[in-house]
């Protein structure tokens, strides 16, 4: 296993089937993987048939402008696996992991070893389901769930949505206190740089969060409607003005949401998402 803070940014010059941003035919790769002394991987993903949406890696390093991963954020590897270690990342310690399962076994459990058991990794549904029954003590955690992302500017009908300003944002956490207490983004928490919401009766009815996004991949999250204005399309347009500034400025915006959602899912595929069935772990309380 190699690890650092050198992120997957890196581009691997040469290597057959390379290019910025995939590892050849079969699949995607995270943008040519270096260590934290830059050096690069000794094997060349399109030759071990990586089939990789690398969507979750991307955003787990928290790519600053200039670069750089994030604050704390680590990224290992194990011949066609990577894990990105993320502090803080929504609410929790987070490992996000991608890969084939022979090598991602390995390297997930090593990473626990040395990033400590707050960490939870997370992934493809199968992926995890495979680390969990074949890494001692690690366990699922919580339902399963749909990462959605999209790289198009969203057709919704975005009319009315706006950025908040200190006033509106005072609002939203009504919201949160009335209908939605449990979400990791709310007015006022780290990692949420701003606001957008729809407004309707001389009220704030619908809401949506720009929240621990990173170069290469922005990130919506908080999303909630007051009761009165679900039926009328309001988170739909809400969630599409964050998506469509999320795509302009970062290239892709993403997102999660429960599996059992399907009103929230449905509004966002019309948005353009579209979702791949994810699941979390953890290592087990002793």
Aim: proline residues 5%; hydrophobic residues 40%.
């Amino acid at each position: 296993m190699t690890g650092g803070e050198g992120g997957l940014g890196g581009r691997r010059p040469g290597g057959a089937g390379w290019t910025a941003g995939g590892c050849g035919p079969g699949g995607q790769w995270p943008r040519g993987a270096v260590d934290g002394r830059g050096r690069e991987p000794g094997w060349t993903a399109g030759e071990r048939g990586c089939e990789l949406d690398a969507g979750h890696l991307v955003w787990a390093e928290q790519r600053r402008a200039d670069g750089r991963v994030g604050p704390g954020v680590r990224v290992f590897r194990r011949g066609a696996a990577v894990a990105v270690a993320s502090p803080g990342l929504s609410g929790r310690d987070r490992v996000a992991v991608a890969g084939e399962e022979e090598d991602a076994l390995g390297l997930v459990a090593d990473v626990l070893r040395e990033v400590g058991p707050t960490y939870r990794p997370f992934g493809d549904a199968e992926l995890i389901g495979a680390l969990v029954r074949g890494i001692p003590g690690l366990e699922v955690g919580g339902g399963p769930f749909l990462w959605m992302e999209t790289a198009e500017i969203p057709a919704t009908d975005t009319a009315g949505a706006r950025w908040l300003d200190g006033r509106g944002e005072a609002e939203a956490a009504g919201l949160f206190d009335g209908h939605f207490a449990g979400s990791y983004a709310q007015p006022g928490r780290p990692g949420v740089r701003r606001w957008a919401g729809v407004y309707g009766e001389d009220a704030l009815l619908a809401v949506a969060a720009d929240a621990w996004s990173g170069a290469g991949c922005g990130f919506m999250a908080g999303v909630v409607a007051h009761p009165r204005a679900r039926g009328r399309g309001l988170g739909a347009a809400v969630s599409g003005f964050v998506v469509d500034a999320l795509v302009r400025e970062h290239g892709r915006a993403a997102l999660m949401v429960d599996a059992d959602n399907a009103p929230a899912i449905a509004a966002y595929e019309r948005t353009g998402m579209k979702g791949r069935r994810f699941a979390a772990a953890g290592v087990a309380r002793r």
